[in-house]
């Protein structure tokens, strides 16, 4: 079945620093989908990208989806303590809809003052 | 506010028990999902509901059931045949099959004593 890999499983960052989180999936995509979950909290969309190499920007952060959509990655410029939280992809397989959507593990973001 | 009520939030069951999570939207979407979530895990999919009276089984489904007799609501039943049912449930729901899950719960923490 599709698989979903997400690394780092946890980063640790000094506040102020860069942080990326990839994501790889073992089948093609039709579009992938990020989300973060902060401490003790419930999943919060973020965004979702659908087009072969299409680059999305929300203030500090960056998502990327790879040209064979495969791959996806987040990028959060001069991380701040509010970013703490675990920022998981979603891919949904060429199926479509959510009941395809197969979940990465999360990187955990730690931010140290 | 339109949003997932979930409850309760936490629930302690006595093993060969069965008990139900209680999960409500006021979103008018179609599609409503439960998730199960592990430490250091992802989501995994055990239900999914894409129209009243119609659901299917996602990746984990043995050792529970649902409902979906009206559209705002699709509740849970942990029965006694899950093997592992402490977790944390999510219910999500999205507009309709094919858009990315736009709202979750805030959960419910199941421990078995």
């Known amino acids: 079945g599709q698989q979903v890999m997400q690394i780092p499983q946890y980063q640790h960052v000094q506040e102020g620093e860069d942080f990326t989180t990839y994501c790889n999936s073992s089948t093609t995509l039709s579009n992938i989908q990020w989300y973060k979950q902060r401490p003790g909290g419930h999943p919060v969309f973020l965004i979702q990208?659908?087009?072969?190499?299409e680059v999305k920007k929300q203030k500090r952060l960056t998502f990327q989806f790879g040209e064979a959509k495969k791959n996806s990655s987040l990028h959060i410029t001069a991380t701040q303590t509010t970013d703490v939280g675990t920022y998981f992809c979603?891919?949904?397989?060429?199926?479509?809809?959510?009941?395809?959507?197969?979940f990465g593990k999360g990187t955990h973001l730690i931010i140290q003052p | 506010d339109g949003g997932i009520t979930q409850s309760p939030k936490y629930l302690f069951r006595k093993e060969g028990q069965n008990v139900t999570l209680s999960c409500e939207q006021n979103l008018n979407h179609d599609a409503m999902y439960w998730y199960r979530q592990d430490p250091g895990q992802g989501l995994r999919l055990i239900y999914y509901s894409q129209i009243v009276n119609d659901f299917q089984k996602g990746d984990i489904a043995e050792g529970y059931s649902v409902s979906r007799e009206k559209k705002e609501s699709f509740p849970l039943t942990v029965t006694s045949a899950q093997k592992n049912p402490t977790a944390f449930y999510l219910c999500?729901?999205?507009?309709?099959?094919?858009?990315?899950?736009?709202?979750f719960g805030s959960g419910t923490r199941l421990t078995v004593v």
């Open positions: 999500a729901s999205s507009a309709k099959r094919g858009t990315p899950i736009s709202a």
């Open positions: 979603a891919g949904v397989n060429s199926g479509g809809g959510a009941d395809g959507l197969t």
């Open positions: 990208l659908v087009k072969s190499g």
